[in-house]
């Protein structure tokens, strides 16, 4: 069932003793975490939303298996990722990152329900604009899954470009993300799978190199996920790569603020880098 139809919306969404918004749904509960995206320098440019889902009986799920699994309904995977958009965009406009770009995972079905409806846009962007969250600093990050409609992802990602968000294809080398999907949305953003860094690292560099050229032709800005040794940042940086992000330079963390004791500090203090807002409105496409 579709939540907006049954129940009002905020009522699946919570704030917890910490004063992080989390949401319940289907005996699911959704909670946000956040990983940096750095640059050369080590700044953090950006962070990536992610969501950790446990049942109530404290059991994990691990998002990529929730996503794909068949154990799931599709309109249970659209709801839950509604959800998670909604936590996230809450939780990071109290962040210290508010005015960095925020990375916001995207199902392409979810895309699809939205072109479909003027509303569901519509309550994204107030919600944002009640949050004091700029357009501009959205980047709507597609998810590698695959999509029958071409065009209608097309107009799906058009439709955020032309409102002033970034689109950037997610785990590209990966499934439906390939040369196929970028040559059709031309995203402003690539972020290459960590699949590809592996490969290089064990000497087979072509896959990974012709990722940044094809980004490159279409003069996206490139990241790299999944850095995990020191050996795989000095490798890295010195490609023309972007954009890096990893276990290595930080892992994902709720984004707390004001929590007394020894709880978890926000993620900007574990490297004591500065942070630097990047204008990805500079991007050029052809």
């Keep these: 069932m579709e939540l907006a139809k049954h129940q009002p919306f905020h009522q699946y969404i919570h704030v917890d003793s910490y004063g992080q918004y989390t949401a319940s749904y289907h005996g699911l509960v959704l909670q946000s975490v956040y990983q940096p995206i750095f640059n050369r320098q080590y700044n953090i440019v950006a962070v990536e939303a992610l969501v950790r889902i446990t049942t109530e009986q404290n059991t994990h799920i691990r998002p990529d298996l929730f996503f794909s699994s068949n154990c799931f309904s599709d309109e249970e995977k659209i709801q839950v990722e509604r959800l998670c958009r909604a936590i996230h965009i809450r939780n990071f406009a109290h962040s210290p990152f508010c005015q960095l770009n925020l990375f916001l995972n995207m199902l392409p079905a979810v895309g699809e329900r939205y072109i479909d409806s003027d509303r569901l846009y519509a309550q994204f962007f107030s919600t944002l604009g009640k949050l004091h969250l700029d357009n501009q600093q959205i980047v709507m990050e597609l998810l590698e899954f695959p999509f029958d409609d071409k065009l209608q992802l097309l107009q799906i990602t058009n439709h955020y470009k032309n409102n002033g968000f970034h689109v950037a294809i997610d785990d590209f080398g990966t499934e439906a993300s390939n040369k196929e999907r970028v040559d059709m949305i031309k995203p402003q953003i690539i972020?290459?799978?960590?699949?590809?860094?592996?490969?290089?690292?064990?000497?087979?560099?072509?896959?990974?190199?012709?990722?940044?050229?094809?980004?490159?032709?279409?003069?996206?800005?490139?990241?790299?996920?999944?850095?995990?040794?020191?050996?795989?940042?000095?490798?890295?940086?010195?490609?023309?790569?972007?954009?890096?992000?990893?276990?290595?330079?930080?892992?994902?963390?709720?984004?707390?603020?004001?929590?007394?004791?020894?709880?978890?500090?926000?993620?900007?203090?574990?490297?004591?880098?500065?942070?630097?807002?990047?204008?990805?409105?500079?991007?050029?496409?052809?």
């Excluded at 990241?223 to 892992?251: H, K, N, S």
Aim: aromatic share 6%; net charge negative.
């Design 191 to 286: 972020k290459i799978d960590r699949s590809l860094l592996l490969q290089y690292m064990s000497g087979n560099r072509a896959p990974l190199l012709n990722a940044v050229t094809i980004a490159q032709q279409c003069h996206a800005l490139t990241v790299i996920e999944g850095i995990e040794t020191r050996l795989q940042w000095d490798e890295m940086t010195q490609l023309p790569i972007d954009f890096y992000q990893g276990f290595y330079l930080a892992m994902p963390q709720p984004c707390l603020m004001g929590v007394a004791g020894n709880q978890s500090r926000p993620i900007a203090n574990i490297l004591d880098t500065q942070n630097t807002l990047v204008d990805l409105s500079l991007i050029n496409h052809h």
